[in-house]
């Protein structure tokens, strides 16, 4: 007897996982879909839509060698952000389930809204130039501790659905509290030197975009994409699932 095409054999597996695990919505806990139809609808834009400056907030504009601050500020490392939606319910409650309760499935509808954010705005390093992700990285200590790190399955389940390459290389070198715990100015001490290249070749001077799942103040990302640049990137960018509070006149860093 032939055996069932691969699709037919995934949409069996599915049905099979469904009957003792069904799926359940990481943004209100009803059954039936990892992010529902009620919570997709109700999820909130960001505050800064589009590709921003992470230093004055401002969008970016198009100009000869790619988008950038019309401003021309000086935002180090880190040239642009991109937010798929507002830190608030139901994207924070389904963000924190994959985060803090082990949701892993969520990982792919949230990169989903992040895919589709990235195809709804053009790219700031041009059409040309095909970009590689870089997930922000945890300490060794912190993924023993929570099993994996959700920015890398973000990376991974966007990368797939945009056909980007995964970079590894950037490392976590020294543990420090959780961020979430902090002021703004602790946030700052405690990044100090928390990052580093440690590829076994310099990063390549394609355009990378930095993966992670909240962006509050930016010294995660900035400082990321410090390292990146110190150790010979091209131009460094952000994405990120929900951005908290933002408008045109508060700075990100």
């Known amino acids: 007897m032939p055996s069932a095409p691969p699709a037919a054999s995934a949409r069996l597996l599915h049905r099979l996982l469904d009957l003792v695990y069904p799926r359940r919505c990481g943004g209100c806990d009803r059954l039936g879909a990892w992010l529902c139809v009620n919570c997709l609808a109700a999820l909130q834009p960001p505050a800064l839509p589009g590709w921003m400056c992470p230093v004055c907030n401002g969008p970016l504009v198009a100009g000869p060698g790619g988008a950038g601050c019309p401003l021309g500020c000086d935002s180090g490392g880190l040239l642009g952000v991109l937010a798929a939606g507002?830190?608030?319910?139901?994207?924070?409650?389904?963000?924190?389930?994959?985060?803090?309760?082990?949701?892993?499935?969520?990982?792919?509808?949230?990169?989903?809204?992040?895919?589709?954010?990235?195809?709804?705005?053009?790219?700031?390093?041009?059409?040309?130039?095909?970009?590689?992700?870089?997930?922000?990285?945890?300490?060794?200590?912190?993924?023993?501790?929570?099993?994996?790190?959700?920015?890398?399955?973000?990376?991974?389940?966007?990368?797939?659905?945009?056909?980007?390459?995964?970079?590894?290389?950037?490392?976590?070198?020294?543990?420090?509290?959780?961020?979430?715990?902090?002021?703004?100015?602790?946030?700052?001490?405690?990044?100090?030197?928390?990052?580093?290249?440690?590829g076994p070749a310099p990063p390549p001077s394609a355009p990378l975009v930095l993966v992670d799942d909240v962006y509050t103040r930016g010294f995660t990302l900035n400082l990321c994409a410090d390292a990146l640049r110190a150790a010979g990137a091209g131009a460094v960018y952000g994405v990120v699932v929900a951005r908290t509070g933002g408008s045109p006149v508060d700075g990100s860093i």
């Open 86 to 198: 507002a830190y608030a319910d139901p994207l924070s409650a389904a963000i924190k389930r994959l985060k803090y309760q082990n949701w892993q499935v969520l990982a792919a509808p949230l990169a989903g809204l992040l895919a589709a954010t990235c195809a709804a705005y053009p790219a700031p390093w041009g059409a040309a130039a095909a970009p590689q992700l870089v997930a922000v990285p945890l300490h060794r200590r912190r993924v023993r501790e929570r099993g994996f790190n959700q920015a890398a399955l973000l990376a991974r389940a966007l990368g797939a659905r945009l056909d980007w390459p995964i970079l590894a290389g950037l490392a976590r070198v020294r543990y420090t509290a959780p961020q979430a715990r902090l002021t703004a100015d602790e946030r700052a001490v405690n990044l100090e030197e928390a990052f580093a290249w440690q």
